[in-house]
């Protein structure tokens, strides 16, 4: 089970954390991904961190701004998002596969989701 928090209402240039803690299960062994999907958008992948954390991506728009980790002793993972802009307004899903994945269809377990909404 996964449980996001972390959202809110920010100024574009702002910043926010975003968690994903996990219950049950061997999280050390899950890739995990933060999805984001905006107002009338598809659920894109915004960034990924693979179990050992040695391996990251980022989607191309929050690349810079966003930063992914993970600490696997407290299973979390934690999305820093700074320079902030209204397009990041969306609400974000952290993801867990087996596996190194980019493409949300391979993800098997799905927190609930935590809105990020960024005023200009």
């Known amino acids: 089970q996964l449980q996001a928090s972390g959202g809110g209402l920010v100024q574009a240039g702002g910043s926010l954390r975003l968690s994903c803690v996990a219950s049950?299960?061997?999280?050390?062994?899950?890739?995990i991904a933060w999805f984001r999907q905006g107002p009338g958008k598809e659920r894109e992948v915004a960034a990924v961190i693979s179990s050992s954390a040695g391996t990251t991506y980022y989607a191309n728009s929050v690349k810079g701004r966003f930063t992914i980790s993970r600490d696997n002793a407290e299973n979390t993972v934690v999305l820093q998002m700074n320079s902030l802009k209204p397009e990041d307004t969306a609400v974000y899903y952290c993801a867990a596969a087996t596996g190194w994945r980019i493409i949300a269809a391979y993800y098997d377990y799905w927190g609930q989701g935590t809105q990020v909404t960024v005023s200009s």
């Open positions: 049950g299960g061997a999280f050390n062994s899950y890739t």
